[in-house]
């Protein structure tokens, strides 16, 4: 089992930043990537970012050039370093851990809101 837990949504105002980190505990070596997923009303839950074991990142398009995802193996964390907001950004976060072997397992915190306001 793997627990995460998210901190740093708010409000902020277009064109502000906002960072979100997520602490992990518990079976963690099992984890193989590590990221962040949102969901807006009305919309489904989508990839934000996220990061892979061997360093690999990869990045929604919508927020290629804004948002940058990382990993501090030390303490067990990833963060969400979110610049430029944009009001369509607006949604709850969710971090997420992802088991691959033995099988395709998804871990995910409670979600963080963050509202950008025009």
């Known amino acids: 089992q793997v627990q995460l837990v998210e901190s740093g949504g708010g409000l902020v105002q277009a064109g502000g930043s906002l960072r979100l980190s997520c602490a992990f505990s518990?079976?963690?070596?099992?984890?193989?990537?590590m990221g962040w997923y949102r969901q807006a009303p009305g919309k489904q839950r989508e990839l934000v970012a996220r990061?892979?074991?061997?360093?690999?990142?990869n990045y929604a398009d919508s927020v290629k050039g804004r948002f940058t995802i990382s990993r501090n193996s030390a303490k067990n964390t990833i963060s969400l370093q979110m610049n430029s907001l944009k009001p369509e950004d607006t949604a709850v976060y969710y971090c997420?851990?992802?088991?691959?072997?033995?099988?395709?397992?998804?871990?995910w915190g409670q979600g963080t809101q963050v509202t950008v306001s025009s």
């Open positions: 990061a892979f074991n061997g360093g690999n990142t």
């Open positions: 997420n851990a992802q088991q691959l072997i033995p099988s395709v397992y998804d871990y």
């Open positions: 518990g079976s963690i070596r099992s984890i193989s990537v």
